[in-house]
């Protein structure tokens, strides 16, 4: 009896310990898995947007303790471009006139840094086509090529050769000395509306000159962005970059080029969406580590030529809402969820199809044991042997059959059955003289 019920107990423990084990190891995988990692490009190191990638970092790591976005330094915003087109990063910082990368879509806009022309207030150049034949002065940073590469696409909207405006790359606290001495006759600083190389650099002309210095106006920004997308129209307000006295004296119309997150075209939707969420999210949290954060804004998705397109992931949540973003979460459960049910309908299939061969290996056991129990009511002492050997072979098999208990019991009844008519068999074979006794008994036959 141990013997028939220890089988199926056995089997079921199997059964329930692999499922442990699967169960244990999921659980592993989640609880002991490394944290996700995200590599993005910081931009030369100790420029604006490295100082603002460290607290994008910090930020986003305190609000996702299991994602780690580990930062690539990168010499220049060209090499940025570049890391994300040969996929050594997920998220890149680009600028928008500098080496767009062919696989890239943005998430948001970090900020806009105006392109500031400046000159001192004696100064008779109104205008770019004024600049022919000058120097100019441009501040020196991780940007500054990129700075002169901007100045000679704005040249070539005006037919200058860019040989013809010579470069004098200073510290901006020293531009104003430069000018002052003849040595240029205007600067180009590239920044925000805030603290930066323009506010430097007006404050250096303003101390060197004596005076308030002018910020060129752009009357024909709009056809030189139509001409160049890479740049945008941008209005300073009076006093953006200086206040006393107010630098510009009145709103000018500038030029600008913006900073913005890229990432793969390969990223999944799902992913986009988060991470574009995340960044918006933490914009308050980051302007306290950063003041260049609180210029940080989704991009337009009414625009029908963007640069690069937004990613449809995080474009599906700043058209639609909350709900885009679980549409997305549902289509990747699907995903997931479509394979695991054929994976557990399969599973039930095969187990199924075990239960029902072990079924019939049940029945066709008990059919022995209960035709050997009969055949033994007639048998000779000869074919009773070869039962009992038939019989041992039938138990043994009954055993490796019996599955659920409703099988052992009757499996257990069958052997009991059938041991029982085997003895009953042998008690009447011994009651019987076999033929040898009874010769014995009638004696040698008498002669007459």
Sequence with gaps: MLGLIAKPRRRALIVALAFLFLGGALAAFYFLSPHAVLRLTTGPEGGQAHRFVEAFIKVAEAQ???IRIKPVVVNNLRDSSKALEQGKVDLAIIRSDVRLPANGEILVILRRDALAFVVPHHSDISSLADLSGKTIALPTGPAQEDNSHALDILLSYYNIVPDKVKRLFLAAADIGAAIERKKAAAALAVGPVGPGDVVETVASIAHATHGAPKILDFDDADAIVKRFPIFESYDVPQGGFHARPDVPDDSVTTLAVNYRFAVSIAMPDIVANAIGRSILAAKAQMMNLSPLAGQIEAPDTS?????????????DYL??????FFDQAQRYLYIVGIPLSVGVSL????FSTWSARGARKDRDALRRLIALAGEAEAADRARLESLEHELHAAVAASIDASGNQAEQWKTSLAVQHAMRRFEQRRAALSATPGPEAAKSEIGPPHSS
């Design 319 to 324: 058209n639609n809402g909350d709900q885009s």
């Design 347 to 350: 599973f039930t299939l095969l």
């Design 64 to 66: 996702h303790p299991r």
């Design 303 to 315: 625009d029908q030529n963007p640069l690069l397109p937004i990613h449809p992931g995080f474009a």
